[in-house]
């Protein structure tokens, strides 16, 4: 008996890419199909009622179409605002992305850390919890940027990016007052994982700055293996499959990104 039930990973865009990459290298026979909400695409801009009433009714339509064995929310976004409610409403593990404030302050020398991540994410409770639980020895300064997700999308669709604009966004964190002082910058949305080059250039060309980028996505691997430990996966996990909410030009441009994530099959949802 194999049991061929895929792993769902969800985000607004290409962000979960970060996440996704990770926990293939561990479970490379598990199959995965991914979803990204092109028709809600951004999710960092809006309301938090908005994303409450989006997330958890889309996530229970995926689950009952692609019947995954397992569901993660590969968006800190979406994790932060409604995460307790895709739980209670799915009967099935969910598994979410939140910003890694704890390893971020496990590290930090100088005891001052940035927090990277949508508008969004970045003025959540949840981000206020974390800080306190984890970090209260640390000066934590936050910064909510719209430009570096599109900047994501735009590298993963083969164009070429302007690096002043990282440059723009990464100072929008460290150029707040103590903001000197950060040697480690959270990278709190999916997104920026993906163009952490380009933002380790940009603290190069703000003085030579030498700072420490940590996000979630091998955590989250070693957590969705752990959760999957002992489960049975078929022979051969097939091509993955990417789901976009809507169709259009911008889906073909990230086909050769995707399927470099071993996601060769694109669909409309
Ligand atoms: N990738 C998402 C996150 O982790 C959000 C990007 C967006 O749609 O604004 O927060």
């Known amino acids: 008996m194999t049991d061929a039930r895929p ?3 969800f985000d607004s865009g290409v962000g979960g890419l970060s996440v996704l990459g990770p926990t293939r290298a561990l479970l490379p026979r598990a199959p995965f199909i991914y979803v990204a909400d092109s028709a809600g695409f951004p999710y960092g801009t809006k309301s938090e009622a908005e994303i409450a009433a989006r997330v958890p009714a889309l996530l229970g339509r995926l689950a009952e179409r692609y019947r995954p064995r397992l569901i993660v929310i590969a968006c800190n976004t979406a994790s932060t605002i409604a995460l307790a409610a895709v739980r209670s409403a799915l009967d099935l593990g969910v598994v979410g992305t939140v910003p890694a404030i704890k390893p971020a302050a496990a590290i930090s020398v100088t005891r001052a850390i940035g927090v990277l991540g949508t508008s969004a994410t970045v003025r959540q409770p949840y981000v206020d919890d974390l800080t306190a639980r984890f970090a209260g020895d640390c ?6 940027s719209a430009e570096l997700v599109e900047l994501a999308e ?4 083969g164009e070429a990016t302007d690096p002043a604009r990282y440059a723009a966004a990464l100072q929008g964190l460290l150029g707040q007052p103590g903001g000197e002082r950060i040697d480690t910058v959270v990278l709190a949305c999916t997104h920026f994982p993906l163009v952490e080059a380009e933002l380790t250039a940009a603290a190069q060309s703000l003085g030579g700055r030498a700072i420490r980028f940590v996000d979630g996505g091998a955590g989250i691997a070693r957590r969705v293996a752990a959760l999957t430990q002992g489960q049975e996966w078929p022979d051969d996990p097939g ?3 990417a789901v976009f909410t809507r169709g259009g030009g911008d889906v ?3 086909a050769p990104a995707l399927a470099s994530y071993g996601l060769n099959r694109l669909e409309p949802f």
């Open 139 to 144: 000066l934590v300064l936050r910064y909510g």
């Open 252 to 254: 073909d441009a990230l």
């Open 239 to 241: 091509a993955g499959r």
């Open 7 to 9: 792993i769902l990973f």
């Open 154 to 157: 735009a590298k993963l669709r």
